[in-house]
């Protein structure tokens, strides 16, 4: 994780989710604070910052809409994923070595966005909108390729936005 091109804020919110410190509603309760009844993207399930990464259905569509151009649509979770860090690894291990530091910046972009759409839906009072969670990934992964993530490029070419391949 830590090798990957990707901003260090982004890396250090995706080690706070590995070691499951995100103020999600799960910790909120623990704390005897206000917290949604539910996951604000598929309203659901409890949330968790696991579930809103990986096994959530407004995740997976994501994750599909960006993997299967790719033909890594195999990679995608589970609904019954548990762990964003289990799903990475298990994911990262399939991929071929020379494609593994572009793997790990496309992971972390895509639980960036996923988290920023997220708060989104919870402070800003906005709808979770897919095609709009998948042009923010498209838009910063340009941005990421222009700051250096040279190893992203690869990945991000194609994203699939409502059925259609858009060409970064």
């Given at each position: 994780?830590?090798?990957?091109w990707?901003p ?12 499951n ?38 995740a ?11 033909n ?17 690894r ?16 496309l992971?972390?972009?895509?639980a ?5 759409h ?6 800003d ?16 992964s340009?941005?990421?390729q ?23």
């Amino acid at each position: 994780m830590w090798k990957a091109w990707a901003p260090n804020k982004c890396k250090i919110f995706v080690w706070i989710v590995i070691h499951n410190r995100c103020w999600t509603a799960d910790h909120l309760q623990r704390r005897g604070l206000p917290h949604p009844d539910h996951c604000p993207l598929c309203d659901q399930e409890d949330e968790t910052a696991q579930h809103i990464l990986t096994s959530c259905v407004f995740a997976r569509q994501f994750w599909f809409s960006i993997l299967d151009p790719l033909n890594l649509s195999g990679l995608i979770s589970t609904r019954h994923s548990n762990s964003f860090a289990e799903w990475w690894r298990k994911s990262w291990r399939k991929v071929r070595k020379q494609d593994k530091k572009g793997f790990n910046s496309l992971v972390i972009l895509g639980a960036w966005i996923l988290w920023k759409h997220r708060n989104s839906c919870v402070f800003d009072g906005s709808a979770p909108n897919l095609q709009a969670a998948l042009q923010s990934f498209k838009d910063e992964s340009h941005l990421w390729q222009v700051r250096g993530a040279r190893a992203l490029l690869p990945w991000a070419l194609g994203v699939s936005i409502d059925g259609f391949l858009v060409r970064s």
